[in-house]
């Protein structure tokens, strides 16, 4: 029992992969993962700060960092059985959130509890830390499906990935680091050599289309 146990998790989590079971030409792990949502909730936060906003950047560093700890327990569920439902959803928010929370009463020092299952419960919440958690968390996995599908790899599940979170991305349209990202970064993103650039770039460009028509 102790911290110890906690610090060894960490390099577990360099070992645990995400989606799984599928051929993928580059492994991330949640480890990595974590590691470039916080520098990309890090840039939007940025940009919602030089547009007038109040980051609060201790409360923004802690959700990235922390957010997928959970996964140590249940390991990686792909994207599109994950959100399958609202229900399902829920289901999984609510099963990993016992099972860290149950870690943190075992081997975690009385003084420190409360502490850490503060920081480590579901990160993605309304407030604005929470909406730039849930768009860096939607780009790295647009990145890291966009990565497999430019190297050629005939997997249909990544494209369905990229649709996903891209879809997910275009409901904070309204924050400014989001405008930011659709205007600036993703036309950048298109214009990488990739195979199917034409069927990629056509979903793309159907997906902001319908994004324009529900905000007319």
Not at 54 to 73: C, G, Q, R, S
Not at 171 to 180: D, H, I, P, T
Request: one cysteine or more.
């Amino acid at each position: 029992m102790g911290i110890h146990r906690y610090f060894k998790s960490l390099s577990d989590l360099e070992n645990l992969f995400r989606c799984p079971g599928k051929f993928k030409y580059q492994d991330h792990s949640v480890a990595a993962h974590s590691f470039k949502v916080t520098k990309i909730a890090q840039f939007l936060g940025t940009v919602e700060q030089m547009e007038g906003e109040t980051v609060d950047w201790k409360i923004l560093y802690e959700k990235a960092l922390n957010h997928d700890y959970a996964e140590l327990f249940t390991g990686d569920i792909k994207t599109p059985v994950k959100y399958a439902s609202s229900e399902l959803k829920g289901l999984f928010s609510q099963v990993e959130q016992q099972l860290t929370q149950k870690f943190i009463r075992e081997e975690f020092p009385t003084e420190f509890r409360e502490v850490y299952i503060e920081r480590f419960k579901e990160g993605k919440d309304d407030t604005l830390e929470g909406k730039i958690l849930s768009v860096a968390d939607k780009i790295d996995l647009l990145y890291e499906s966009f990565g497999e599908i430019q190297k050629g790899n005939p997997e249909p599940l990544f494209l369905e990935i990229y649709e996903e979170a891209l879809m997910t991305i275009i409901l904070f349209k309204e924050m400014k680091s989001v405008q930011y990202f659709l205007n600036d970064i993703l036309p950048d993103l298109l214009q990488e050599k990739f195979i199917p650039h034409d069927q990629l770039s056509q979903m793309t460009q159907n997906i902001l289309s319908q994004k324009d028509e529900q905000g007319q």
